[in-house]
């Protein structure tokens, strides 16, 4: 199992904090927001990940963060010249994947959720996780049964058919690069990510997971402000145990 961690777009929603540097560089409480994905990732096991960065600020993660060994891994590099949907990580990855299986998780993304069992018990397909939210329509919603057989994924519908929206971790065989460059762009020029999905779940190989801890997609000010936050709240109580 490989891991990606996408970390390039312009961050727009977050200027002028973004005017100078990138959004996965920001402060999230004691650490740069980077660290968060790529502790999620090395917690469950995975040690060799390709960093996708924006072209301006590829030399200030590879400053910042190196050839991986600080966190025990082993980190590659490579260059999203311009925002071009969240699937086209495989496309650019798809070296890097070299016929492994892969977990893709968005630079911004923080978790409060141990992923290694899902890891290690993955053996082929793909598997999404969804967690219950009151604004499903900003999401990508999966709606699903009883037995979490997944029934669609709709990326921002106007009336969502449940409340689970699909955050931002993959985990993917290696028929993922070539399901990407599949996709035509959309309307707004990307790869969307529910498309690539959407292929595991017309051959029925799709899989749901329900995630209880938290989560925050950190690309805007309030849920920035809002996670660390919580984060410092967690590492006061853990200080003063």
């Given at each position: 199992?490989?891991?990606?961690?996408?970390?390039?777009?312009?961050?727009?929603?977050?200027?002028?904090?973004?005017?100078?540097?990138?959004?996965?560089?920001?402060?999230?409480?004691?650490?740069?927001?980077?660290?968060?994905?790529?502790?999620?990732?090395?917690?469950?096991?995975?040690?060799?990940?390709?960093?996708?960065?924006?072209?301006?600020?590829?030399?200030?993660?590879?400053?910042?963060?190196?050839?991986?060994?600080?966190?025990?891994?082993?980190?590659?590099?490579?260059?999203?010249?311009?925002?071009?949907?969240?699937s086209e990580?495989?496309?650019?990855?798809?070296?890097?994947?070299?016929?492994?299986?892969?977990?893709?998780?968005?630079?911004?993304?923080?978790?409060?959720?141990?992923?290694?069992?899902?890891?290690?018990?993955?053996?082929?397909?793909?598997?999404?996780?969804?967690?219950?939210?009151?604004?499903?329509?900003?999401?990508?919603?999966?709606?699903?049964?009883?037995?979490?057989?997944?029934?669609?994924?709709?990326?921002?519908?106007?009336?969502?058919?449940?409340?689970?929206?699909?955050?931002?971790?993959?985990?993917?065989?290696?028929?993922?690069?070539?399901?990407?460059?599949?996709?035509?762009?959309?309307?707004?020029?990307?790869?969307?990510?529910?498309?690539?999905?959407?292929?595991?779940?017309?051959?029925?190989e799709l899989?749901?997971?329900?995630?209880?801890?938290?989560?925050?997609?950190?690309?805007?000010?309030?849920?920035?402000?809002?996670?660390?936050?919580?984060?410092?709240?967690?590492?006061?109580?853990?200080?003063?145990?």
């Open positions: 199992m490989k891991g990606i961690i996408l970390a390039g777009g312009n961050a727009t929603r977050l200027r002028p904090l973004t005017k100078i540097t990138s959004k996965q560089l920001l402060p999230v409480y004691d650490k740069p927001m980077i660290f968060y994905p790529i502790e999620t990732l090395v917690q469950a096991g995975i040690k060799e990940i390709l960093i996708i960065v924006a072209p301006d600020y590829a030399g200030h993660f590879l400053n910042l963060l190196g050839s991986g060994s600080d966190f025990g891994a082993n980190f590659s590099y490579e260059v999203q010249q311009k925002p071009g949907g969240l990580a495989f496309i650019i990855g798809e070296k890097f994947i070299d016929g492994d299986s892969v977990t893709m998780i968005l630079g911004d993304n923080i978790f409060d959720h141990n992923f290694s069992e899902h890891i290690k018990n993955f053996e082929s397909g793909a598997v999404v996780f969804a967690k219950e939210v009151p604004d499903p329509e900003r999401y990508g919603v999966i709606e699903f049964d009883e037995n979490k057989n997944v029934l669609s994924i709709v990326e921002k519908p106007e009336n969502p058919k449940s409340n689970y929206a699909m955050v931002g971790i993959y985990i993917c065989d290696n028929k993922v690069s070539g399901f990407a460059k599949s996709v035509k762009p959309s309307d707004r020029g990307e790869i969307e990510i529910t498309e690539t999905i959407n292929q595991y779940l017309d051959k029925k899989k749901v997971e329900i995630i209880e801890g938290m989560w925050e997609d950190a690309g805007t000010f309030d849920s920035l402000l809002k996670v660390s936050n919580l984060i410092a709240e967690k590492e006061r109580g853990v200080r003063n145990q």
